[in-house]
């Protein structure tokens, strides 16, 4: 897989040389070129950024800038939306976000050109299902913005070019800079790489992983008991058959505690007569298409 990142700061990706994504890095894997927007600017200050139209607080990130950077690194020409977006017309546009974050396959995406990736704290949330999607993918480019973010203009840009553009959030907060967010998204899809694990059944059962998914059980090592706290008998007893039960119980039960949508997105058909009966336990109805939490 090949990675571009755009950043003001492209030190910062100094990190990506650590770890497994280093040795995924040595042993071929992933190829990672950290680029500075400050490369695409040609006045004395290198400035990427200016006032918001309207007014308002902070600086915004310049889509000249960025055009000039993005169209080098996607081989693009400059090319004229014939489109002005207007006032008027605030409801066809939002109408457009949504649909344009309905995310095609990235299969979908010219194997010539990358996907190209924005954080952005008012996109839809990044999952685990994107990370699994993207992971496919043979070329990503990841922008980072900073400031008040950049200018609207240019992932709309970029989607009337036929780019795939996406924007995720990776929660409910705001960052400095779109630098962490980037570092977060690429740990997530790049170990789900065939071979960038040291071993690969160390993903299958992880949180929020594959069809019917849950938060995962609790995990212990050795010694067996340390300060006065024990493990489990049952993950002791080389039962291998009672050891998974405990641990898909203890998955359901965590799950129904921390993240109850979750349970409640799970497919009743696909659960077993154990499942069933631990989540009829937790208070869960389960006798219709999914469950559904009694007394809500």
Known sequence: MKIDIVSVFPEYFDVLNLSLFGKAQDKG?????????????????HSVDDTPVGGGAGMVMKPVVWSECLDDLLGLEPAVVERTMGADDQ???EAEYASATEYAPATVSSPNRP??????????????????????????????????????????????????????????????GGEVAVSVMLEAITRLLPGFMGNPDSIVEESYTGEGALLE??????????????????LLSGDHGKVDRFRRDEALERTAQIRPDLIAALDCTALNKQDRKTLMALGWEVSGPHPRKLGA
């Open 29 to 45: 894997l992933v190829e990672v070129h950290a680029h500075n927007l400050r490369d695409w600017t040609h006045d004395v200050h």
């Open 91 to 93: 409801a066809d546009r």
């Open 115 to 176: 996907i190209l990736i924005f954080p952005n704290p008012s996109a839809p949330l990044f999952t685990q299902r994107d990370a699994t999607e993207l992971s496919r993918a043979d070329h990503l480019l990841f922008g980072c913005g900073r400031y008040e973010g950049y200018d609207a203009r240019i992932p709309e840009y970029y989607r009337a070019q036929g780019i795939d553009v996406r924007e995720y959030s990776i929660g409910d907060y705001v960052l400095n």
């Open 217 to 234: 059980h609790r995990q212990y090592t050795k010694p067996a008991e340390w300060r006065g706290i024990r493990v489990p008998d049952v």
